[in-house]
Structure formats: structure tokens, C-alpha cells
Nanobody, 124 residues
Framework: QVQLVESGGGLVQPGGSLRLSCAAS????????MGWYRQAPGKEREVVAT???????NYRDSAKGRFTISRDNGKKTVYLQMNNLKPEDMAVYYC??????????????????WGQGTLVTVSS
């Protein structure tokens, strides 16, 4: 069984910083794209940032210049450094990963996995 475990959420004042971490565990043979998504109350889940296995990153416009996504392939972990946080960043943040797994037929395939979510509260 594979899983993603997130950590690093919490309460921060506007203008503050937080670093989220997400570690993958279980039986898999590689990690393709990893990303961070968020969902605020009453809103749909939206992508915040993604990073490919080769390190190519993409950000939503509101995160550019403030957030940095990175990954440590050896530790099977993806990070999201969030600076200059704003009240509109407040949401539950979810980690996502596309893993390479061995299927029951003996062939490799992709498995998309989500973390349990970690709450980020931005308030004075």
C-alpha cells in the first residue's frame, strides 16, 4: 500500500512563512510528477504548484514569486515553501503524486495518490 504523509501546516500571520512537506511511502518503483493543491471552504480544489521528475516546475499565478516547490528524490519527498502568506492562501493543502507501480498483470503502470491534507490558516 502506498501513501503520502503531509506535515507543516499551521497558523501563521499575514506576511509569514510556512514549509509543507510530503513523504511518499510503500511499494512503488518511481515517482513522476508531484504537486500541491489546495481547497478553501466552499471552493473547488485548485492546483498550487507541480514539479516533474526532472525538476520542471509550474505555479498558479497567485503563487509565483511567493511559493517554491522542490523535491528530494532520495527522500521521496516534495516540499512547498510558502512566503509572504496572505489570508486568501488559507486552505487545506493536499499533496499529490503520480507513482510508478507494478500491477497485478506484472506490468508497470501509473497510480495517482493523494495525501490526507494539512490545514494552513493565515490570520492575525
Amino acid at each position: 500500500q502506498v501513501q503520502l504523509v503531509e506535515s507543516g501546516g499551521g497558523l501563521v500571520q499575514p506576511g509569514g512563512s510556512l514549509r509543507l512537506s510530503c513523504a511518499a511511502s510503500g511499494e512503488f518503483f518511481g515517482i513522476n510528477r508531484m504537486g500541491w493543491y489546495r481547497q478553501a471552504p466552499g471552493k473547488e480544489r485548485e492546483v498550487v504548484a507541480t514539479i516533474t521528475s526532472g525538476g520542471t516546475t509550474n505555479y498558479r499565478d497567485s503563487a509565483k514569486g511567493r511559493f517554491t516547490i522542490s523535491r528530494d528524490n532520495g527522500k521521496k519527498t516534495v516540499y512547498l515553501q510558502m512566503n509572504n502568506l496572505k489570508p486568501e492562501d488559507m486552505a487545506v493543502y493536499y499533496c499529490n503524486a503520480n507513482l510508478v507501480v507494478l500491477g497485478t498483470t506484472g506490468r508497470f503502470g501509473d497510480l495517482e495518490v493523494w495525501g490526507q491534507g494539512t490545514l494552513v490558516t493565515v490570520s492575525s
